[in-house]
C-alpha cells in the first residue's frame, strides 16, 4: 500500500513538474534570454578569473604578480569567448557591445540584455571572489576595509587612479587603451580582412587582453571595460569599503565614460582605414576585368573564334570514350584562387 502510493505521488509530481518544465525550456529557447545567460556566464567566468588574480597579487605576497593578473584576465576572457561566442559573441564589455549597436553590428534593443547579463555576471563574480578570499583580506588588513593608503583592498575589485596621474589623464588613457582594444577585435574577426584561424579566435583575443596589460596597464589598471569596474565597486560599497570607492579621486565615472568613447573611435577607425578599403576590392577587379576585356582586339576575337569551329577528323576506331564533366560549383570564391 505504501509503495502504491509513493508511486502515485511520484506520477503525480512528474504530472505537475513537467508543464512546468515545458514552460522553462520554452523561455531558455528564446534567444534574447539565451544571450543574457550567455554573457552573464562568460563575464563571471572572465571576472572571477581575473579579480583573483588581483586578489593574489595583492594580499597572497609571493603568490601573485602583475604578469599574473594578465594572464588571469587574459585566458578569462579565453573561456569566456569559448562559453558564449557561437550564442552573444561574447562581448563581457559594455563598451565593445555599446560600440556593435552605434555601428550597426547589434540592434539597439539588445544592448539592455547584453548590459545587465555583464553587469550581474561581474557582481556576482565580486561576490565569490569576496567569500574565497575573506579571510586573507582580513588577515591582510588587520580587520580593516580601506580604500586607499598602504593596506588597501578595495583594489582587488575595482581600479583606481594613482598618485602619479591626474584625472584627465587617466580618462585619456582608458580611452586610448580601449580604442586599441576594439581596433584589434574587428581586425581579429574581420572574416574580409585576415582574421584569426577558425578554432583560434579565444585564444587571440586572450593573448589580446594580455599584451595591453603587459604593455600599457600600468598607468590605470586598464579598465577598459564598464562591465568590469561597475558592479565591483558597486559590491564593494555594500560589503564594508563604504562610500570612499566612489569618492577618491572622483574616478569612479571613468571607467564608465571613457571605454565605451574609445571603443567607438576605434571601431569607426577600423571602419574608415581599413574596413571600407576591404569593401572597395570587388568593385575595383570588376572594374580591372572589364579594362582588359576592352583591351582585346576585335579581329583577335574573331580569329579565335573561327579557330575553334576548325573541323577535326577522329577515326571511329580511336575516339576518346566520353566522360562527364562535374558542373562547376558557383559557390567557389576568389579567396579559394
Not at 578569473?49 to 599574473?68: D, K, N, P
Not at 586599441?180 to 581586425?187: D, P, V, Y
Not at 579566435?201 to 587582453?209: E, F, K, N
Not at 575553334?308 to 566520353?322: E, I, K, Q
Request: glycine share 10%; charged share 10%.
Amino acid at each position: 500500500m505504501g509503495s502504491g502510493c509513493c508511486f502515485r505521488s511520484t506520477c503525480n509530481s512528474r504530472m505537475v513538474s513537467s508543464p512546468v518544465m515545458v514552460r522553462v525550456q520554452a523561455i531558455l529557447r528564446k534567444e534574447m534570454v539565451r544571450e543574457f545567460l550567455a554573457e552573464l556566464m562568460s563575464t563571471y567566468v572572465m571576472m572571477v578569473f581575473g579579480l583573483g588574480s588581483v586578489a593574489h597579487m595583492v594580499v597572497g605576497g609571493e603568490f601573485g604578480s602583475f604578469l599574473g593578473v594578465n594572464l588571469g584576465f587574459g585566458f578569462g576572457v579565453t573561456m569566456g569567448v569559448h562559453i558564449a561566442g557561437k550564442i552573444s559573441g561574447a562581448h563581457m564589455n559594455a563598451a565593445v557591445t555599446f560600440t556593435n549597436c552605434a555601428l550597426g553590428h547589434l540592434p539597439w534593443k539588445k544592448f539592455p540584455v547584453y548590459l545587465l547579463g555583464q553587469f550581474l555576471g561581474s557582481f556576482l563574480a565580486a561576490a565569490t571572489i569576496y567569500g574565497l578570499f575573506y579571510t586573507a583580506i582580513f588577515n591582510y588588513s588587520g580587520g580593516q576595509l580601506t580604500v586607499t593608503g598602504p593596506l588597501a583592498t578595495a583594489n582587488i575589485f575595482a581600479t583606481y587612479l594613482p598618485d602619479h596621474m591626474t584625472l584627465w589623464s587617466g580618462f585619456l588613457n582608458e580611452v586610448l587603451l580601449t580604442g586599441m582594444l576594439q581596433l584589434c577585435l574587428f581586425a581579429i574577426t574581420d572574416k574580409r580582412n585576415n582574421p584569426a584561424l577558425q578554432g583560434t579566435q579565444a585564444v587571440v583575443i586572450g593573448l589580446l587582453v594580455v599584451i595591453i596589460g603587459v604593455s600599457l596597464g600600468m598607468n590605470t589598471g586598464y579598465a577598459i571595460n564598464p562591465s568590469r569596474d561597475l558592479p565591483p565597486r558597486f559590491f564593494t560599497f555594500i560589503a564594508g569599503w563604504g562610500i570612499q570607492v566612489f569618492r577618491a579621486k572622483d574616478w569612479w565615472w571613468v571607467p564608465l565614460v571613457a571605454p565605451p568613447l574609445g571603443a567607438f573611435l576605434g571601431g569607426i577607425i577600423y571602419s574608415v582605414f581599413v574596413g571600407s578599403a576591404i569593401a572597395q576590392e570587388p568593385q575595383l577587379l570588376e572594374n580591372l576585368m572589364e579594362y582588359e576585356h576592352h583591351k582585346i582586339p576585335k579581329t583577335m576575337t574573331h580569329q579565335v573564334a573561327t579557330s575553334t569551329l576548325t573541323g577535326v577528323y577522329v577515326s571511329p576506331d580511336n575516339r576518346p570514350s566520353a566522360q562527364p564533366v562535374p558542373p562547376l560549383s558557383d559557390s567557389i570564391s576568389m579567396e579559394q584562387f
